[in-house]
């Protein structure tokens, strides 16, 4: 690893670019690339940055106005779509964001908006396959989020997303719970949005720490659990297409994927990963116990 020179050839393919992980920053970065006509291997933040032989590294203070200018230049020149685009694949999970948006905008600024119909191209396809990942993960959440409500009358909903999607989803929601408090907190990715019934606004926390349950949430959920239950038609039952359009990762948080087994004795608001886990708790005591 060595320091970046004016030496250094450019377009030599030992360049990585390191950012502070905001957006702002990323675009900062992407300003100087331009800006000093170098063609860095990647953009990346610190903690995935993977060293290797002979590398040169440079860090790239995250400047507002620069920021702005980018912005500014993609809309300009490829419409403000595409930088909505540009803003979603950034909340992607993927390592290779940097250095996919880098590539996008090299291709994209020179081709003009037409570019962006260049499906066989692999750089708009890279681009394209980060983008649909993350709306993907926006359709999951929109359809799989559970709220309790809590005892001071706020609805919570803890999440685990794949994508950092909280902020693409708060207007959905105070949209549609207008009138009630509403707290959404991603622990995956420490954010947490909050709804105060006027405006909604992004926190960062690493854990929060809610009120008990209302009295009613055992009826509710018990109400989701009958309707559930009683829509489906056990002769038809697809358990692969069930996978297919609830994935099983979502299962832990829904209440109506308790198995039967496991609701009686339960309280309505537990969720399926806790009912399994006291269920293999009584089966270990069971098996421990000196009657057996």
């Known amino acids: 690893?060595?320091?970046?020179?004016?030496?250094?050839?450019?377009?030599?393919?030992?360049?990585?670019?390191?950012?502070?992980?905001?957006?702002?920053?990323?675009?900062?970065?992407?300003?100087?690339?331009?800006?000093?006509?170098?063609?860095?291997?990647?953009?990346?933040?610190?903690?995935?940055?993977?060293?290797?032989?002979?590398?040169?590294?440079?860090t790239i203070d995250t400047d507002i106005k620069k920021a702005e200018r980018v912005k500014a230049g993609i809309i300009r020149s490829l419409g403000y779509q595409a930088y909505k685009d540009v803003r979603c694949v950034f909340l992607s999970d993927d390592e290779r964001k940097g250095r996919v948006m880098l590539r996008f905008l090299q291709y994209s600024l020179k081709r003009g908006a037409r570019s962006r119909s260049d499906l066989a191209e692999p750089i708009i396809a890279d681009f394209d396959a980060l983008l649909r990942a993350v709306n993907r993960e926006i359709h999951y959440q929109l359809q799989f989020i559970r709220f309790s409500e809590l005892r001071n009358g706020i609805f919570f909903a803890k999440i685990h997303p794949k994508a950092n999607v909280v902020p693409l989803i708060m207007s959905h929601f105070a949209a549609r719970l207008n009138i009630q408090p509403f707290m959404i907190f991603d622990e995956k990715h420490a954010l947490a949005g909050i709804y105060d019934c006027q405006r909604w606004w992004m926190v960062e926390a690493e854990a929060v720490?809610?009120?008990?349950?209302?009295?009613?949430?055992?009826?509710?959920?018990?109400l989701w659990q009958t309707f559930y239950d009683t829509i489906a038609i056990e002769e038809r039952a697809n358990l692969t297409c069930r996978r297919n359009f609830m994935p099983k990762r979502f299962w832990g948080d829904l209440c109506e994927m308790i198995p039967h087994e496991l609701r009686k004795g339960q309280p309505q608001t537990a969720t399926p990963t806790a009912c399994a886990r006291l269920a293999g708790e009584q089966s270990r005591k069971s098996l421990q116990s000196p009657l057996n």
């Open 1 to 58: 690893m060595g320091e970046l020179t004016s030496d250094h050839l450019l377009n030599d393919g030992r360049l990585t670019c390191l950012y502070d992980g905001s957006f702002e920053g990323l675009l900062s970065a992407i300003f100087w690339v331009f800006e000093h006509k170098e063609n860095p291997v990647d953009i990346v933040i610190e903690e995935n940055l993977q060293s290797g032989f002979d590398q040169v590294i440079t």
């Open 209 to 222: 720490s809610v009120p008990d349950q209302c009295a009613r949430q055992d009826e509710y959920q018990a």
